[in-house]
């Protein structure tokens, strides 16, 4: 895997409405736009994780050398965040791996036919252009 940078990237199914909504409450937390965000479908994700890009089944996050998918990713990421959101997370590592992922699945599964899909991925608005990379 080739990482470009070491600031945590979030990648994720750009025309996923459950994704886009996930995404558009992390960068209202993540005031400093500590997490990088960008679609599994754009150029970021050919250069940093070609391996995986084709993974629209699941979010996946890159900090460093460390690269965790599904429910790790979420969690992870939430631990970046301010205010109650690492407690949430140390308390969501709690759970086994197995189950945690096995919720994600069902989830990603049926993610198009519970919550439906863009027709193309989210442009970032002026304000959110600092939190995503193409």
Request: proline share 5%.
């Amino acid at each position: 895997m080739n990482v470009l940078n070491s600031e945590p990237i979030l990648f994720f199914d750009g025309v996923c409405n459950l994704c886009n909504g996930f995404i558009d409450w992390l960068v209202r937390r993540d005031k400093h736009a500590r997490i990088k965000i960008a679609s599994l479908q754009g150029d970021t994700a050919q250069r940093v994780i070609p391996e995986l890009s084709a993974s629209l089944d699941t979010i996946i996050l890159v900090d460093g050398a460390d690269i965790l998918i599904k429910s790790d990713a979420v969690l992870k990421s939430l631990a970046m965040l301010p205010g109650i959101w690492p407690t949430v997370s140390k308390i969501g590592f709690l759970f086994p791996k197995g189950f945690r992922d096995g919720l994600y699945k069902l989830t990603a599964r049926n993610r198009y036919r519970l919550f439906g899909r863009k027709d193309s991925c989210r442009l970032p608005t002026a304000s959110e252009r600092g939190h995503f990379l193409p």
